[in-house]
C-alpha cells in the first residue's frame, strides 16, 4: 500500500498513520545498522544506534521539514547526531526509546552474525591495507611498532634512532593520516 | 522485511509506540502544539505574547486611568495641594473627592490645623500655627480639556478669556486655530477653583490634571538664607569703616559684592515663588466636538529625544510590569482550573 511513495510522502503520512514509517523503517533499517557497524565495528552498538535513530526520527516526525535532502538524508543526520554522541560519551542513548515506551532489546547471536556480514570485515581489512600504504615510511613503520607490535614509545625511539618526541609525533600523525583515509566512501559498500 | 530480527522487533515496537500515541491522541480529539512545535518555540512564543499582552494590558489601565483616577470638584484649595488626574467621562463633581491624597505636610499650615491648635494647644502654638499659615507656599498649575458642541469654538473661546478677566486674572498666552485652541490663564490663588468651576460650566471635560507644588520649605529656607545674608552685609559694612589698608578694604568689598549678589539672588528667587505661589496658571484646551487635535511638535532636539527615549522605555517596561500583576493571578486561576477540569475528566473516564 505504501510502497509506492517516496520518503518524504512517508514521513508526512506517518503522523497519522504509524505502519507508514514502519515501510520507511524496512526501507533503511538495514542500510543504516550497516552504517553504524562499519564505522562503530560494534554490532550491538549499531544495533542500538539504529533503534535510538529511527526512535527519535519517529518521535520527531512531526517537526520534518524537507530541506532538499529528503527523508534518507533527514534520517542520515539523526544517525551522524547518534554516531557523534557516542564516540564522544562512549554510550548509546536511549532517551528517545525511553520517551516512547519502546523495551530494551538484545541482540541474538545470530543478529550479530548478521550484523557483522554488513561490516563485510574483508573489506575492512583491503581498505586498512590500503590506508596504511598510503602512509609515509616512517609514519608507517612507527605505527607498526607501536600499535601492532604494542612496544613503548621509548623502544620505538630506540628502534627508529630519534627522540621520543619525535617517535610520538610520528605514530599520533599516522594514526589522524590513517583515520581521514578509513573515513574515505571506500568502505561504504555500493557507494 | 529484514533478516535481523532485532530489527524486526524495533520495527513493531516503533509500530506499538504510533498506536498508543495515536489512542492517546484521539482521546485528546485536538493535535497538541507539541507535535507540530518544539517545546523551546512554544515557551518562547508563549513568553513572547505574555510580555506583549501585560505590556499593552498594563498601558491600557494605565491610560484609562484606572490606577490614576482622582477626581475633583468642590474640593477647594484641597485641589491644589496635589496631583490629580482625571479621565473621561467626569461626573457631576463630588466634594471632599480629593480626601483620599492628601500629602501629610500639606495639613499642616491650613485652616484646619488652625482650628485643631486653637482647641487644644496654648497661644504660642496659635501663633506658630499663624506664621506657618502665613509662610504657606504652593504653586497651582492645572490643564483642562473640554469638549464643546459644534460651532461654539468662538463663544466659547471668548467666555474663557472673559472667565479669566471675572477672576481677577488674566491671558498669559492663547492660540486658536478654526474649530479648536489653547488658553493659558493665569488667575489668583484664591480664586483658583472658582475659576476651574467656571471653565468647567463652559464644556464636557475630557481631560483634567490638577497639581499643587508646596514649596514652603524651600519659600522659608530661602527667606532664612536671605536674612543671615543681609546680617552678613551689616556686619561687612561694619568692618569696612574699620579698615585701614588698601588691602583690607578690598577684601572686604569683595566680600561684600558676593554676599550682595547672593541677597539679590536670594531676593529673585523669594519674587519668583510668591509670583508662582500667588498666582495659579490654568492652560484650557477647547475642542468642538468631532475635531481630532494634531498632536503638536516640538523643536526636535537631541536632549528631548534622549529624554523622551528613556521615558518611553520606563514607560514600556512599567506597563509590562503592572500588566503582568494583572496577567499573574489570571493564569494561575486559569491553571488551576485547567488542572481540575482535567482531574474530574480522567476521573469521569475511570469510572
Known amino acids: ?191 | 522485511m529484514s533478516s535481523i530480527a532485532y530489527l524486526a522487533d524495533v520495527r513493531g515496537d516503533l509500530l506499538d509506540a504510533g498506536r498508543r500515541e495515536f489512542r492517546r491522541r484521539r482521546g485528546r480529539r485536538t493535535v497538541g502544539l507539541g507535535d507540530r512545535f518544539s517545546t523551546r518555540s512554544i515557551v518562547a512564543v508563549a513568553t513572547v505574547m505574555t510580555l506583549f499582552a501585560a505590556g499593552t494590558l498594563g498601558w491600557f489601565v494605565t491610560r484609562n486611568g484606572t490606577l490614576e483616577i482622582r477626581t475633583s470638584g468642590e474640593a477647594g484649595d484641597d485641589a491644589a495641594r496635589g496631583n490629580a488626574t482625571l479621565a473621561r467621562p467626569m461626573p457631576s463633581p463630588a466634594p471632599d473627592a480629593f480626601e483620599g491624597f492628601r500629602f501629610p505636610e500639606w495639613s499642616l499650615p491650613h485652616a484646619s490645623l488652625d482650628v485643631t491648635t486653637q482647641n487644644q494647644r496654648g497661644p504660642a502654638d496659635v501663633a506658630a500655627g499663624a506664621i506657618l499659615s502665613e509662610l504657606s507656599r504652593v504653586i497651582r498649575t492645572a490643564e483642562l480639556g473640554l469638549e464643546i458642541p459644534p460651532e461654539s469654538f468662538g463663544d466659547r473661546f471668548a467666555q474663557v478669556i472673559d472667565v479669566a478677566a471675572n477672576n481677577d486674572g488674566f491671558v498669559a498666552t492663547s492660540t486658536s486655530r478654526e474649530r479648536s485652541g489653547n488658553v493659558t490663564m493665569r488667575v489668583p490663588a484664591g480664586n483658583f477653583t472658582q475659576t476651574l468651576q467656571d471653565l468647567r460650566a463652559l464644556g464636557d471635560v475630557e481631560v483634567q490634571t490638577i497639581q499643587g507644588r508646596d514649596v514652603t520649605a524651600e519659600y522659608v529656607d530661602l527667606r532664612a538664607r536671605l536674612r543671615i545674608a543681609k546680617s552678613r552685609r551689616e556686619v561687612l559694612l561694619r568692618l569696612m569703616d574699620r579698615a585701614t589698608s588698601i588691602e583690607q578694604t578690598i577684601r572686604v568689598q569683595n566680600a561684600l559684592d558676593e554676599t550682595q549678589l547672593r541677597i539679590e539672588e536670594f531676593q529673585g528667587q523669594l519674587r519668583f515663588l510668591d509670583n508662582r505661589t500667588s498666582l495659579a496658571t490654568i492652560q484650557v484646551h477647547l475642542r468642538e466636538e468631532g475635531v481630532e487635535v494634531a498632536a503638536e511638535i516640538d523643536t526636535p532636539s537631541i536632549p528631548t529625544a534622549f529624554e523622551r527615549s528613556v521615558a518611553g522605555f520606563v514607560g514600556v517596561i512599567a506597563a509590562v510590569v503592572i500588566g503582568l500583576g494583572y496577567v499573574i493571578p489570571i493564569a494561575l486561576l486559569a491553571a488551576l482550573a485547567w488542572f481540575v477540569w482535567t482531574r474530574v475528566r480522567v476521573r469521569r473516564r475511570a469510572v
Open chain 1, 1 to 191: 500500500m505504501y510502497e509506492d511513495l517516496d520518503d518524504v510522502e512517508l514521513i508526512v503520512l506517518s503522523w497519522d498513520e504509524p505502519e507508514a514509517f514502519g515501510v520507511l523503517f524496512e526501507r533503511h533499517g538495514e542500510s543504516l545498522i550497516g552504517y553504524f557497524a562499519r564505522r562503530t565495528l560494534d554490532a550491538e552498538a549499531a544495533a542500538e544506534l539504529t533503534a535510538e535513530t529511527f526512535a527519535q526520527a519517529f518521535a520527531s516526525r512531526r517537526r520534518f521539514r524537507n530541506k532538499g535532502l529528503g527523508g534518507a538524508g533527514w534520517i542520515y543526520g539523526i544517525a551522524r547526531h547518534q554516531l557523534g554522541r557516542f564516540f564522544r560519551t562512549g554510550g548509546v542513548d536511549s532517551r528517545a526509546r525511553r520517551r516512547l515506551g519502546m523495551p530494551e532489546r538484545e541482540v541474538s547471536t545470530e543478529d550479530y552474525e548478521r550484523i557483522e556480514e554488513l561490516i563485510d570485515f574483508e573489506q575492512v581489512g583491503r581498505a586498512i591495507g590500503r590506508a596504511f600504504s598510503l602512509l609515509s615510511d616512517e609514519q608507517r613503520e612507527a605505527l607498526t611498532l607501536r600499535v601492532i607490535d604494542g612496544r613503548s614509545y621509548r623502544e620505538v625511539a630506540e628502534a627508529l634512532r630519534c627522540t621520543e618526541e619525535t617517535a610520538r609525533a610520528r605514530v599520533s600523525r599516522g594514526l589522524r593520516r590513517l583515520a581521514s583515509h578509513l573515513e574515505t566512501p571506500s568502505l561504504e559498500p555500493g557507494r
